[in-house]
Every structure is written in structure tokens, then in C-alpha cells.
């Protein structure tokens, strides 16, 4: 009888039911972690040694067990309850030597006198850390043709805001200074996972700048040696798409990301045509993507509020049996800067049950979401999980006529960095906005550094942390309640999977 077990990959992945994780979406990419056991730089075991359990474990009793959480890099351990009653009260372990090195050399124990301080270590390590940006976000437009209720970059948009559209001059300087960005980096081994986005408003609504783009873009990504360590995507709403873009988007080998909200009566309650008549936009984005499904890899993004959150599971099974998509994400709706998000959602707790039950329908289908399934895979790989959302930190944003913003809701909000696609690298990297956005990450938020779930959040959302605090070096509520809820469930999940 085993007294003590450990999780490996497999087991993990095993939750996946062999979902296919690809990095078709930012939320799904988490920052590489190689080389932290060299930072850490752990002795041999030593049998003459006393061990004590290492400062960054958690513990959680469960049944005839104890949970044991290793928070960097994320690991668990189930110890029996006898066996883990023998750790006295101070912490000091008096196994006999076989668990003792079991569990030391998973990283859970400590030499007495030598512990390590791994958020130290991961602190410095951000510190360290200069500026580079791994993806980047083109509008090519910001105008769009829905008007959706929820959306948070038109309401937080002053009535004086002039949108527009991307010149091909503009978006030739965009993608150019991102890779000049990525040409600067010490080693190519930095530049995994690269991302490049076009986003809007509604980027067909300029589809010459677009097809420009694209092409552009897929061109110097193949001439600097980085096209297979990258992923170009297109956000849409899907209501322009035809043969002729659907034909393009294969051609070059596009992953798509399209919101559909669920079925008909959800999605057409927000997302609208036209507010004064409040025709719905259903049955046009289910064209485009028909066009689509079979051509490139395809995300659904649905985003989650009162009008579609008492259907999830119901929408999940529907995106599972009726339109199979590589993958689908769930995006809690955003506060807004001025007023209330006409989409809120009143119960969180009840919205994260939900969540959960949708992950459930979709992953035994092969489906993989961003909620779940992504942090499931930084216990299988031992990451550190460091921005969040749309890599939030390490991306640009380059709006219609140029400007730079690290968050694509800073379009709407008249934030100004004073950078371009006219200013050098050095100006960008230097600017104190980016800067502080790049410096934003758990392991500098003074309340995240004693928290179980340090290293699968990401630290939540920076827009919502200053929309609902004041401030992007707050945390954001709403994802730290949903990150230890999952936390909970993947525990859950293993510990049902390795113990019979």
C-alpha cells in the first residue's frame, strides 16, 4: 500500500482526455519555467540530514489524506494521514529515509537550516527580466459592425473618439518593430510561443490592410527562422467571413478565434447588429463559421454574463456535439470604467460552478477551455504561470493610426503612452506605462506572495484590478476567487484519478 504518491505528467494529462493543446490562443500559452531547478540549485540527499517541510507548501487534509502543494514549481503529493503525522509540530520530518528522499527530492522537504526561498528566487528573476514582447495585437480597424452591449472598449470609448482605419504603411512599421523586438533577444531559445493577433473592432471591416498583414507578417516570421516556434491569429465576430476570406485564412494557415455566445436566444440578447433594433448576429457568425471549422483551427470565444451563464452547460454540449472546435474560451464579461456592464454577473461562486461543469462537457469530447484545461497543464509541466489573459505584460497593441498601448482597453479610456510604431525600441521599452505593465505579475503583488494559487493564476486581469481598485498593481478579485476555485477542482480531479 502506497503511503505516499506523487502525480506525474501523465497523470495530469490524463484530465485532458487527450485534448489537443495548441497554442491557437494567448490564454492557452503559459511562460516557459526551463531552467528553475537550476535556480533553486537543490544538494543531493543526504541521509545524515534533517529535512523540514519547504516554506512555499500548502496543505489541505482530504479524507485518509494529506495534500501536499509544492506552489513553485506547481506540485502535489498525497501523503496518508499516519504517515504524515509523523512531520512534527515545527515541521520536521522524521520519515523513514526512502519517503524522506521521495519527497525531498520532489521538492516538498528542505534541508533544516537551508531552506529555500523559491518566491524570492522567481521575484529576482522577474527583476532580472528585461522588456520583450512574445506577442502583439494589430487593429486594422477599430471600427465594428456589431454593437455589442457588453463591450468594453466601446463604452469605456469619450464621445469624442475617432476611429479608423489601419494603413498598410502603418501595419508594414507594426510588424516590422515586433520583430525587430524578437531580433534583439540574447538567444532564439527566448522566442517561443510567439504571437501575433489581429484584433479590432472588426479586423475584415479593412480587409486590404488585413490580407497585407497576414501575408506580411508570415513572410518575416519565415525569414528570421521563427515560423514554427509561432502563431498568427485572427479575432472576429465572424459575421463577414466568405469563400474569398475563408479560402485566405486557410491558405496561410490561420487560427482563428470567433465569438459565439451560445445558442441563438443568448448570443443575439448582447451581441447586436443594431441597439435600436436589437437584431441579433446569431445566425451571421454560425455562417462564418461553417465557412471556416474545416479549413483552419478555430476557438470559439464565448463571453460569459447574465444572458447566457444559466445555459452554460447547455451551450457547452452544443459547442461539443453541434460545432466541434478546436477549443473554446470562456471569458468572464468586464467591468466597465464608467457605469455598470449591462452583462454582469450577480453570483460568482454560481457563474465558477458552471464554469466547471461546461469544462467537464467540453473535455470529454477532446475540447480543451482556458479556465481549466490551461492550468491543468502547468501541473503537468511544472510552469509558472505569469501573465494572464492576452499576455497581459508582454504585448503590444497597436491601434488603427499607430499609437502603442499595453491593453486593448486602453484604446477606449484615451491612455496615453506617448509611443508609436514611429518610436525606436529602446523608446517603447523604456516607456514608464509599458514598463510598469511588464513589471505586473504575481510575484510583485505584496497579497498574491502567500497565496496557494502563486503560480497558475497569472495575476489575474490588470484592467479589472485598476477599473475595480484604482490601480493594475491591485489584485483582481474576480479571477483570484475563480483561480483557488480551480485549484480545488484539479486537486479534486487528480487525487480521484491516482488514489482508488
Not at 520530518?93 to 522567481?122: A, C, E, N, P, S
Not at 489581429?198 to 480587409?207: A, D, I, Q, S, V
Not at 490551461?374 to 499576455?391: C, D, Q
Not at 503583488?445 to 479589472?464: A, F, K, M, T, V
Request: charged share 25%; with cysteine; proline share 4%.
Amino acid at each position: 500500500m502506497n503511503e505516499i504518491i506523487i502525480p506525474g505528467r501523465e497523470d495530469f494529462l490524463s484530465l485532458l482526455n487527450g485534448a489537443r493543446m495548441i497554442p491557437f490562443s494567448p490564454n492557452f500559452i503559459s511562460v516557459d519555467n526551463s531552467g528553475l531547478e537550476q535556480l533553486i540549485d537543490m544538494d543531493e540527499f543526504d541521509p545524515t540530514s534533517r529535512y523540514v517541510i519547504s516554506p512555499e507548501v500548502r496543505t489541505f487534509a482530504s479524507g485518509n489524506w494529506q495534500v501536499l502543494f509544492q506552489r513553485i514549481p506547481p506540485t502535489l503529493a498525497f501523503v496518508r494521514n499516519e504517515t504524515y503525522r509523523k512531520i512534527d509540530t515545527n515541521g520536521v520530518v522524521l520519515l523513514d529515509l526512502d519517503q524522506t528522499k521521495i519527497l525531498y527530492d520532489t521538492g516538498f522537504l528542505d534541508k533544516q537550516g537551508h531552506q529555500i526561498d523559491r518566491t524570492r528566487i522567481m521575484k529576482e528573476r522577474f527583476k532580472e527580466s528585461k522588456p520583450f514582447f512574445k506577442a502583439t495585437y494589430l487593429f486594422p480597424t477599430d471600427f465594428c459592425n456589431l454593437n455589442c452591449h457588453y463591450c468594453n472598449v466601446e463604452h469605456n470609448m469619450p464621445k469624442d473618439y475617432v476611429h479608423g482605419h489601419m494603413s498598410i504603411p502603418t501595419a508594414k512599421k507594426s510588424i516590422d518593430l515586433f520583430i525587430e523586438n524578437l531580433q534583439a533577444v540574447d538567444s532564439k531559445d527566448q522566442c517561443r510561443n510567439i504571437y501575433i493577433s489581429f484584433y479590432g473592432g472588426e479586423p475584415l471591416m479593412n480587409r486590404h490592410t488585413l490580407t497585407f498583414a497576414i501575408q506580411y507578417s508570415k513572410r518575416r516570421l519565415e525569414e528570421i527562422g521563427l515560423a514554427d516556434r509561432s502563431t498568427v491569429c485572427l479575432m472576429t465576430n465572424g459575421t463577414l467571413i466568405n469563400e474569398d476570406t475563408a479560402k485566405l485564412l486557410e491558405e496561410h494557415k490561420m487560427n482563428i478565434t470567433l465569438s459565439i455566445d451560445g445558442l441563438k436566444k443568448n448570443h443575439d440578447a448582447m451581441r447586436v447588429l443594431n441597439r435600436k433594433d436589437n437584431k441579433g448576429s446569431f445566425e451571421s457568425a454560425l455562417r462564418g463559421y461553417e465557412l471556416i471549422r474545416n479549413r483552419c483551427n478555430v476557438t470559439i470565444l464565448c463571453t460569459v454574463g447574465n444572458h447566457n451563464i444559466e445555459d452554460l452547460e447547455t451551450i457547452a454540449d452544443y459547442f461539443s456535439r453541434e460545432l466541434y472546435p478546436t477549443a473554446v474560451e470562456f471569458s468572464l464579461v468586464r467591468s466597465l470604467k464608467f457605469g455598470t456592464n449591462p452583462a454582469g454577473i450577480k453570483s460568482l461562486d454560481e457563474a465558477y460552478e458552471k464554469l466547471y461543469n461546461a469544462h467537464k462537457i467540453l473535455i470529454n469530447q477532446g475540447i480543451p477551455d482556458n479556465n481549466f484545461s490551461r492550468r491543468i497543464l502547468t501541473f503537468a509541466n511544472k510552469l509558472v504561470y505569469s501573465y494572464n489573459f492576452s499576455r497581459c505584460g508582454d504585448t503590444l497593441y497597436v491601434a488603427p493610426k499607430g499609437r502603442i498601448y499595453p491593453c486593448d482597453s486602453y484604446l477606449g479610456m484615451k491612455k496615453k503612452t506617448e509611443i508609436s510604431v514611429d518610436s525606436s525600441l529602446r523608446e517603447i521599452k523604456s516607456n514608464e506605462t509599458i514598463q510598469a505593465w511588464f513589471n505586473r505579475h504575481p510575484f510583485s503583488i505584496e497579497e498574491c506572495l502567500q497565496c496557494s494559487s502563486l503560480s497558475i493564476c497569472g495575476g489575474g486581469c490588470p484592467y479589472n484590478a485598476e477599473v475595480t481598485k484604482g490601480s493594475i498593481h491591485d489584485t483582481d478579485d474576480q479571477l483570484c476567487r475563480l483561480n483557488h476555485f480551480v485549484l480545488d477542482r484539479i486537486i479534486d480531479e487528480v487525487q480521484g484519478a491516482v488514489i482508488k
